[in-house]
T-cell receptor, first 113, second 115 residues
Framework: DAGVIQSPRHEVTEMGQEVTLRCKPISGHDYLFWYRQTMMRGLELLIYFNNNVPIDDSGMPEDRFSAKMPNASFSTLKIQPSEPRDSAVYFC???????????FGPGTRLTVL | AQKVTQAQTEISVVEKEDVTLDCVYETRDTTYYLFWYKQPPSGELVFLIRRNSFDEQNEISGRYSWNFQKSTSSFNFTITASQVVDSAVYFCALILNQAGTALIFGKGTTLSVSS
């Protein structure tokens, strides 16, 4: 298996623009997680899905953030409009259950100017 | 509430030294899982180990070993004979055995191994 795939790997955009991050989980994993990593706040869980259904989105910082999982092999995290404070590395991870190890993608480094 | 504390923000050692990374967790649940992840300079997060709360047996994998002690709520990680390639940020994490809960990460310990 190729592991968790994320795209793009790097994204530079200007404040106010819409940003869409993409994730393909490992086949057969029922759980998908979106995390954000910053120097100040460390690794934060934004939202996670079980069988394509959002379970906990309490970590989503604002209404500007939204996430979808239209099918078992694809998820998106959208920021609209983006702001400089959204600059971070965004990780997607998948796992066979909520308490097994999670396998992380390579991350998307987002820079909002 | 659940919490993971990694009190050591940064550790610097010289190659071949042994180093222990501390992890203290808080939970009132009796069933939970503990993890260690490694994040090398390249940025990806690499799974190292998973331990359930009923298994206090220490584990050794090559130069890596883990000491789980429920009495002190600790899950410490020791690297024996450290190498430059061990330089990374190491995260300890906790999750409960309940539907609807999520992985809680510590702030991480940055390990620098110099030659």
């Amino acid at each position: 298996d190729a592991g968790v795939i994320q795209s793009p790997r790097h994204e530079v955009t200007e404040m106010g623009q819409e940003v869409t991050l993409r994730c393909k989980p490992i086949s057969g994993h029922d759980y998908l997680f979106w995390y954000r990593q910053t120097m100040m706040r460390g690794l934060e869980l934004l939202i996670y899905f079980n069988n394509n259904v959002p379970i906990d989105d309490s970590g989503m910082p604002e209404d500007r953030f939204s996430a979808k999982m239209p099918n078992a092999s694809f998820s998106t995290l959208k920021i609209q409009p983006s702001e400089p404070r959204d600059s971070a590395v965004y990780f997607c991870a998948s796992g066979p259950s909520s308490y097994n190890e999670q396998f992380f993608g390579p991350g998307t480094r987002l820079t909002v100017l | 509430a659940q919490k993971v504390t990694q009190a050591q923000t940064e550790i610097s050692v010289v190659e071949k030294e042994d180093v222990t990374l501390d992890c203290v967790y808080e939970t009132r649940d009796t069933t939970y899982y503990l993890f260690w992840y490694k994040q090398p300079p390249s940025g990806e997060l690499v799974f190292l180990i998973r331990r359930n709360s009923f298994d206090e047996q220490n584990e050794i994998s090559g130069r890596y070993s883990w000491n789980f002690q429920k009495s002190t709520s600790s899950f410490n990680f020791t690297i024996t004979a450290s190498q430059v390639v061990d330089s990374a940020v190491y995260f300890c994490a906790l999750i409960l055995n309940q539907a609807g809960t999520a992985l809680i990460f510590g702030k991480g310990t940055t390990l620098s191994v110099s030659s």
